[in-house]
């Protein structure tokens, strides 16, 4: 029996690759677009939606949010 690990791999709205971990605490923040995990206190990438703070770790992802915010959220 084999044992795989699965990385978090994929691309960002700018099409850079990323191979990043999930968030795991609260000074953490899921990009709602790419997915990523982004440090809310090194970030100044943010948007406000429905009273909510979003978080990005490109520019390429918060221009994609703002375009049509209701696509990334539930």
């Known amino acids: 029996m084999s044992h795989e690990h699965h990385h978090h791999e994929?691309?960002?709205a700018d099409?850079?690759?990323c191979h990043c971990?999930?968030?795991s605490d609260a000074?953490?923040?899921?990009d709602p677009v790419c997915g990523m995990s982004?440090?809310?206190g090194?970030?100044?990438l943010t948007a406000?939606?429905?009273a909510e703070t979003y978080y990005f770790c490109s520019s390429g992802c918060r221009a994609a949010f703002l375009?049509?915010?209701a696509a990334y959220v539930a």
């Open 21 to 23: 971990d999930p968030a």
């Open 27 to 30: 000074a953490s923040a899921i």
């Open 42 to 44: 090194a970030t100044k």
């Open 38 to 40: 982004v440090d809310k």
């Open 10 to 12: 994929h691309k960002h």
């Open 15 to 17: 099409g850079s690759d």
């Open 48 to 50: 406000e939606y429905r």
């Open 67 to 69: 375009a049509s915010p």
